[in-house]
């Protein structure tokens, strides 16, 4: 099976922007959990869909806003970029069905750059 | 209130020597532990995984061993091997409708494998 995938891979946006990310998740994969990596806070969790319904949301302001589509792929939104969203997003598919603890695996990453 | 906690920022062996990767988590409802490999500027690579109901997982050079009543689980990478070095992370998870698709990363213990 093919991987996650995330598009654009690279980004650079100014303040006041917005951006839109991208995530396939692996075939069958129903569950899509958003997470923003950054130097000083490591992995935070944003926030996760499962059949097009957002089921959990880390501590992340209004600004970050996603959403699924009927195919499982899912979107994920920033408005009114700040310097401090300067980050590695990253998205990861899971299968909740397959019984025993979720194992999430991971696409590549957007790297975003505000600037 | 970090609930997944990696103390060591760095490790270096030699090849073909153990290593052994230390996390330790403080909170109890935790059932479900992760560890990932992380090279810069991509996605986590999973590597091995254990339910709260075992103590000990295998897979090939990986095992991972979880320590209920201290709250501690290692990562044992035997024979450790140059392609090794990289950053791994430590995760959990726990069941419950408020936590779907949510994992809690450690802050990741950057792994050098000498030659």
């Known amino acids: 099976k093919a991987g996650v995938t995330q598009t654009p891979r690279y980004l650079i946006k100014t303040r006041g922007q917005q951006v839109t990310l991208s995530c396939s998740p692996i075939s069958g994969h129903r569950s899509v959990s958003w997470y923003q990596q950054t130097p000083g806070q490591g992995l935070q969790f944003l926030f996760e869909y499962f059949s097009e319904t957002q089921r959990n949301k880390g501590n992340f302001p209004g600004r970050f806003s996603g959403r699924q589509f009927s195919n499982s792929r899912s979107e994920m939104n920033v408005s009114t970029l700040e310097l401090g969203d300067s980050a590695l997003y990253l998205c990861?598919?899971?299968?909740?069905?397959?019984?025993?603890?979720?194992?999430?695996?991971f696409g590549p990453g957007t790297r975003l750059l505000v600037l | 209130d970090q609930q997944v906690k990696q103390n060591s920022p760095s490790l270096s062996v030699q090849e073909g020597r153990i290593s052994i990767l230390n996390c330790d988590y403080t909170n109890s409802m935790f059932d479900y532990f992760l560890w990932y490999k992380k090279y810069p500027a991509e996605g986590p690579t999973f590597l091995i995984s254990i339910s709260s109901i075992k103590d000990k997982n295998e897979d090939g050079r990986f095992t991972v061993f979880l320590n209920k009543s201290a709250k501690h689980l290692s990562l044992h990478i035997v024979p450790s091997q140059p392609g090794d070095s990289a950053v791994y992370f430590c995760a959990a998870s726990h069941i419950g409708s408020s936590n779907t698709g949510k994992l809690i990363f450690g802050q990741g213990t950057t792994l050098q494998v000498k030659p």
């Open positions: 990861a598919s899971s299968d909740p069905t397959s019984g025993g603890g979720e194992t999430q695996y």
